[in-house]
C-alpha cells in the first residue's frame, strides 16, 4: 500500500472512530444543562423561554401585555436577546426533520463534530504534515472533551467548527488570496453562531500584522471582511432597533459595553469572579473534561515545543506563529469569558496539534507506533465510559472524565418525558390555561388548529408536577407540553393558585376530568429547597393521606425510583 492510499485509509478510519464516538446512544443523556435554553426555543424559533430573571423583547412589547393593538415588532425576528440566531436556526430545522426530540437538537452537534476533526485534519496538513494532520485528528476524534461536547446541544460544537473552517481557509490566504473571500464568510457565519467566534478578527490580522502586512493592500481582502458584514448583519439591525426601542444592546452586547437594563439586573452565566477565580480554575476544569492522558500528551508537547525554540530560536519560530497565536488568544479569551467545561473545549483542537508535534518528530519504529496505538485505544476506552455507557465505571478523573459525564447524566428525566409523550400521543387538550402572552395564545391556537387537522382525539387531563424539579429538566420535559401544544402542565403552586382563583370547593368542579400529578425522587437533583418548592412534597403527603397511591413509578437506567405518578 502507498503512503498516500495508508494515509486516507487512516483519515477515513479517523471520521469513522469519530462518528462513532459521537452518534451512537445520542439521545440517552438527560436533557439538564444549558442545551435546553437553545433547543427549547429553537422548536419555533420562539425567544422565550420562560426565564423570569432574563425576560425578552417578545414578553416586553407582547400586546396582551401591553394592552396595545400593534403586533411585536419586525426586526425581533432577525436574532435573539442573547445569542446570535444560527445554532436556534439549524437545531430548528432539524427538529423539523427529525422531530422535537434531543435526537433532533443534538444532531447537528455532532455532525460539526464530525467536520471539526476532518477540518483538524486540513489544518495539521497545512502548517506541518499530512502525518501531523492525522495525529492531530485522531486525538481530536477519540478525546472525551471534544466528544462530549459534540454530543450535546450547546453552541460550542458549532462554534469550534466555524473556527477550524475560517482558520483553514485564512492559511490558504497566504498561497491564494481568492480565500479571503471565502474566510470572510466563514467568518461571518461564525460571528452569527456565537459571539466568541469575534476571537479570530484578533488572530488573524495579528498574524497579518507580523507577517503579511500586504494583505492590507489586497482588495479581496477587504471584500471578505464585506462578506463577513454582510452575513452578520442581522444582528447589527436587531442591536439598533433594540437599541432605540428601550435604550440598550443585547443581553451580550449590554454587557460588554458596560450597560446595565433593569430588565436584566441578573446576568446569569457572567457571575465569574476576579481574574484569579479564572486562573486557579482554568486547570481544574480542563482536567473536570479532559483524561489524564490526553493531559499529558498536550504537556508533553509544551515541552517539546518551549525547547525546540529554545534550541533553535528564530529558525523555527515561524512554523509555530499560527498554532501559538491561537492557543494565546484562546486563553485569553477564557480568561475574560470564564473557563466553564464549554469554553475550554475550544482549546481541545489546538491541544490536538500541540500533542501530535512531538508524536511525529518521533522515530518512526513499529515499538513506538504500537505504544501509541495502545494509547489511542486507552482514550477511545476512557471516552465510551465517560460518554456513552449508562453509568461511568471506576474512580473520577482516572477512569472517567467527570465534569463530561455531568453535562448530559442519565439522571432519570428522559423516563418522564417518554412518559408524557406516550400519554399525550395521538391527543389534544379539551382545555388550556389563558396565557400571559399573546405570541403564546397564538402558538396554543396552532397547535390545537393541527391536532384536529390530524385527527388527535380530545382529553380532559391535567398535569400537575412537584416546583423542585431541576429547571433545565422542567423546561424541556415539563413547561414545553404547555407552551408548544396548549396542554395544561403547571406546577403544584400554580395549580393550588387555580383552585383558590375560581374557588372551585372541589377538584371535580373543574373542567379537568383526570389530575396527574409527578412526584421527585430524592434521587434527581433540585433546586435549593425553599417554602415554595417544598409544596410538591406536602402535595404529595396529602395524597398518600387522603388513600391515593402512586399509579406509575419511573425508574432510571440503574434501577433507582425516580418519579411517582399519582392519577386522581
Given amino acids: 500500500m502507498n503512503k498516500n492510499r495508508a494515509g486516507f485509509t487512516a483519515l477515513i478510519c479517523i471520521l469513522l472512530a469519530a462518528s462513532f464516538l459521537r452518534l451512537v446512544f445520542i439521545s440517552r443523556g438527560d436533557t439538564i444543562n444549558d442545551e435546553v435554553l437553545y433547543a427549547f426555543r429553537a422548536i419555533d424559533m420562539l425567544d422565550f423561554d420562560e426565564a423570569a430573571e432574563q425576560t425578552t423583547p417578545l414578553e416586553w412589547f407582547d400586546p396582551l401585555k401591553t394592552g396595545g393593538e400593534s403586533d411585536i415588532p419586525w426586526w425581533t425576528a432577525l436574532s435573539f436577546h442573547d445569542h446570535p440566531p444560527l445554532v436556534f436556526l439549524i437545531q430548528h430545522f432539524f427538529m423539523r426533520i427529525f422531530g422535537e ?35 492531530a485528528a485522531g486525538l481530536l476524534a477519540i478525546t472525551v472533551n471534544h466528544v462530549y461536547i459534540s454530543r450535546i446541544g450547546l453552541q460550542e460544537s458549532y462554534v469550534i467548527f466555524f473556527i477550524l473552517l475560517a482558520s483553514y481557509l485564512f492559511l490558504r490566504t497566504q498561497k491564494n488570496d481568492t480565500y479571503y473571500l471565502w474566510t470572510g464568510a466563514a467568518l461571518g457565519l461564525g460571528f452569527i453562531t456565537k459571539y ?113 525554540l529554545v534550541k533553535y530560536k528564530k529558525n523555527v519560530f515561524r512554523q509555530y506563529d499560527f498554532l501559538l497565536l491561537a492557543i494565546f488568544f484562546h486563553i485569553g479569551l477564557l480568561l475574560q469569558i470564564g473557563t466553564a467545561y464549554r469554553f475550554v473545549s475550544m482549546l481541545t483542537p489546538w491541544f490536538a496539534i500541540l500533542a501530535a508535534l512531538p508524536v511525529v518528530a518521533m522515530p518512526r519504529k513499529k515499538i513506538f507506533l504500537a ?88 382529553r380532559s387531563a391535567i398535569f400537575i408536577y412537584d416546583g423542585n424539579i431541576d429547571t433545565a429538566a422542567q423546561l424541556w420535559v415539563l413547561d414545553r407540553w404547555q407552551i408548544y401544544h396548549a396542554w395544561p402542565v403547571i406546577k403544584t403552586e400554580s395549580y393550588l393558585d387555580y383552585l ?43 395524597l398518600v393521606k387522603r388513600g391515593i397511591a402512586p399509579t406509575t413509578i419511573l425508574k432510571n437506567d440503574r434501577g433507582d425510583e425516580v418519579f411517582r405518578i399519582y392519577i386522581f
Avoid at 105 to 122: C, E, H, K, M, T
Avoid at 509 to 519: L, N
Fill in 196 to 308: 466568541n467566534t469575534f476571537i479570530l478578527a484578533p488572530i488573524f490580522l495579528t498574524y497579518l500584522v507580523l507577517f503579511n502586512r500586504k494583505a492590507f493592500r489586497n482588495k479581496k481582502f477587504w471584500l471578505g471582511a464585506l462578506f463577513a458584514l454582510v452575513i452578520f448583519t442581522p444582528v447589527i439591525v436587531y442591536n439598533i432597533e433594540l437599541y432605540r426601542a428601550v435604550g440598550h444592546f443585547d443581553f451580550q452586547f449590554s454587557f460588554i459595553f458596560g450597560q446595565h437594563p433593569k430588565v436584566w439586573s441578573v446576568t446569569p452565566g457572567k457571575e465569574i469572579g476576579s481574574i484569579n477565580d479564572r486562573l486557579s480554575a482554568f486547570l481544574p476544569n480542563l482536567a473536570a473534561v479532559s483524561s489524564p492522558l490526553f493531559l499529558t500528551l498536550v504537556l508533553t508537547g509544551f515541552i517539546w515545543l518551549l525547547i525546540t
Fill in 500 to 542: 383558590q382563583e375560581n374557588k372551585f370547593p372541589d377538584i371535580k368542579d373543574t373542567v379537568f376530568k383526570e389530575h396527574y400529578f409527578i412526584a421527585l425522587s430524592d434521587t434527581l437533583p433540585k433546586k435549593v429547597p425553599s417554602k415554595q418548592t417544598q409544596i410538591g412534597s406536602l402535595f404529595e403527603k396529602e
Fill in 101 to 135: 426530540s434531543r435526537l433532533g437538537f443534538r444532531l447537528p452537534s455532532a455532525l460539526f463534530g464530525i467536520a471539526s476533526v476532518w477540518l483538524l485534519y486540513l489544518i495539521g496538513k497545512e502548517l506541518y504534515s499530512k502525518d501531523a494532520g492525522l495525529i
Fill in 371 to 458: 505504544i501509541f496505538g495502545i494509547v489511542l485505544l486507552s482514550e477511545i476506552a476512557y471516552t465510551i465510559n465517560s460518554q456513552i455507557a449508562f453509568y461511568p465505571a471506576g474512580p473520577k478523573l482516572l477512569a472517567f472524565a467527570k465534569g463530561a459525564r455531568l453535562e448530559n447524566y442519565n439522571w432519570g428525566f428522559n423516563k418522564l418525558d417518554r412518559f408524557l409523550t406516550n400519554e399525550f400521543a395521538g391527543r389534544h387538550p379539551a382545555a388550556a390555561f389563558e396565557q400571559k402572552y399573546t405570541f403564546i395564545e397564538r402558538i396554543h391556537e396552532n397547535a390545537l388548529r393541527q391536532a384536529i387537522k390530524k385527527g388527535f382525539r380530545e
